[in-house]
Structure formats: C-alpha cells, structure tokens
C-alpha cells in the first residue's frame, strides 16, 4: 500500500498465524490477489499454507464484516481484518444481533484510502500494468512509460469522504493509526436534487434506476442489508417479478435505502459493487441527512452501544409528519 508495505505485511502475517495456527481463531478473513494485479478479493484462510495468499495493498476495498454473517454459522471463533468502515460494519451487525462479539477477533488497519483502476488508467491514458507508491505519490507503469499523479487524486470514491480511516473498534491494533480526517461536503450532491422540482426528480431517477438488473450486488455488499431473508426473494407473497419493470426497481432501491435509514454507515460498498454505476450512496444520504435534521447528528456504526435514532423512541421526537 505504501513503501513500507512488505514490512506492514510481515506484522500482519505475524499476528494473525499466532492466533490461527493457535487454535485462538478457526478462520481468518482477509485478502489475498485477484485475477488481476489490481484485485484483491476475500480470504478465507484456515491453514498455514493459506495465510501465505494474505495480502495488503492499496485495492483490499472490499468489506470484510459483511461476511461473518455465513461464516459465524460454520466456525466457532472467526478473525477479522478490519479498516475503518469495516469496523463500523462490524458494530452495525452487532447492534442488530447479526453477530456475537465473544466469537469474533478484531485485527484492526488503519487505511490511508483505497485506489481506483479507472482512474489509475485515466491518468496514465493506458492499460496500467502496475504501480508504486511513495511519499504521497503514485508512479502508474504502463506499455508506454510512466506517469505520476497525487495518491489522493487516485482514490476509489467510497475514500474520498471516509473521516474515519482507523478502526473504531478492535482487538489488536495492527499498523499505526492514519488519524480522523476532515469532513467532506458529502451533502452536495444531495443539495442540488433536493432543489428540483418533483418531477424532475422523478426523471432523474427514472434514468438511474432504469440501468438496474436487480442483481442485488449491493445488497450482498451492504453492512445494513442483514436479513436472513430478503423481501424480494419471498415468493408468497411475491414482491418482485423477473421481467424488467420500472415500478419494481424503484420498489427495490426505494425500500432497501429505507431499510438502511439511521443504519447506513456510509461506506459506499453498494456503489462501489453496483455493475452498472447507479448513485446509490445518494439515496442513501438523502435519509441519512433528513434524519440528521429531524434528530440531531449520528453516524452508524461509531458505537455499538448507542441505537439508531429509528429505533429507539422519546417523547419529544419530532412528529412533523402529523402536521397540518
């Protein structure tokens, strides 16, 4: 991930191999090379000889927690590599008892910020055939020669607005912590579609959604979609058909992003996983900042300890969908 990263590695292996091949943890969750140089996928490593494919570079986007809710049913005590969100993750499954905090290890990383290929490739104007990083820089080697660009102009766009990169939760503190970083003016984008008239939102969304398979990647990507079952798998009664209908994907993307209100960590997972590039993340600070307004700032996934505003009640909760 950085220059350092050989020896970053070598501490990961190290802590991790103590605990598994311990008997401490009967699995780790991690990441090891895709297909591609710029792919890391998930790890599941239960040997020695697993734990050689551990990886940690600059591409481990992908949130790790989300799969404790398989693996808790077929081992005992699980390990877990976790970044920032990926803790955040963690606390929102416990909060909703997905998870049992006894049975899982925390191995925490803080994360300086994923890169993206597309970008990688649109600043080298060519197929990227690897990269490296030093000082804040990134060198992109290509067929052609090398290009070099800021690291943080390279960034995936669920790390561009990411104000907690270390772990906010944790058995072992694994690397040095980056340290909370400034907020962003997430709430932009939002803005401008809350200054649209109805129907013009309504088109706006109507071209959006209309991309969707319904493949449900961002649902098996998502920290706040726990069900055991989802609704649009049920077949009596039948939510969902199979032919493309635009009422059906407004239906989906609409109760799933309600689903998530006051749940939602914002770790951008849905977006960053939707094949066909619809703005997920924008539903899902819309509620995100309605809710902000109507009971006070809270961001998922910080303590496990402190519900969600929807699910708890006061009485001088604001009612303002009574009045007149």
Request: net charge negative.
């Amino acid at each position: 991930m950085a220059e350092n990263n050989v020896e970053n590695l070598k501490k990961i292996r190290e802590a991790v191999s103590q605990d598994l091949l311990g008997g401490r943890i009967d699995l780790l969750l991690g990441w090891e090379k895709g297909h591609y140089w710029w792919q890391s996928r998930p790890l599941f490593a239960r040997t020695e000889e697993d734990l050689e494919k551990l990886t940690w570079d600059s591409f481990c986007a992908i949130n790790l927690s989300r799969y404790l809710l398989d693996e808790l049913k077929d081992f005992q005590k699980v390990g877990v590599l976790v970044k920032g969100c990926d803790a955040r993750a963690f606390n929102r499954l416990l909060q909703d008892n997905m998870v049992v905090r006894d049975r899982v290890t925390l191995y925490g990383l803080p994360c300086p910020g994923m890169l993206d290929y597309d970008r990688l490739a649109e600043v080298a104007e060519a197929a990227p055939e690897g990269i490296i990083e030093q000082n804040g820089k990134v060198t992109i080697k290509t067929a052609d020669g090398e290009k070099s660009a800021d690291r943080d102009d390279l960034l995936a766009d669920k790390c561009r607005d990411c104000i907690y990169p270390d772990p906010v939760v944790y058995d072992q503190l694994l690397l040095s912590p980056v340290g909370k970083k400034e907020a962003p003016e997430k709430f932009t984008a939002i803005e401008k579609l809350e200054e649209m008239s109805a129907e013009e939102r309504y088109s706006y969304w109507e071209k959006e959604l209309s991309r969707c398979l319904r493949c449900y990647a961002c649902r098996q990507a998502c920290p706040f979609c726990s069900c055991r079952e989802c609704f649009v798998e049920q077949q009596n009664p039948r939510w969902q058909g199979r032919a493309y209908q635009a009422s059906e994907n407004f239906m989906f993307h609409l109760v799933r992003a309600y689903h998530g209100a006051g749940r939602c960590i914002d770790c951008g997972e849905c977006e960053r996983a939707c094949p066909v590039d619809i703005p997920l993340q924008e539903l899902n600070r819309k509620l995100t900042k309605d809710i902000n307004q109507l009971y006070g700032d809270y961001e998922a996934g910080l303590d496990a300890e402190l519900e969600p505003p929807l699910l708890t009640y006061r009485p001088d909760d604001p009612a303002a969908f009574s009045e007149k």
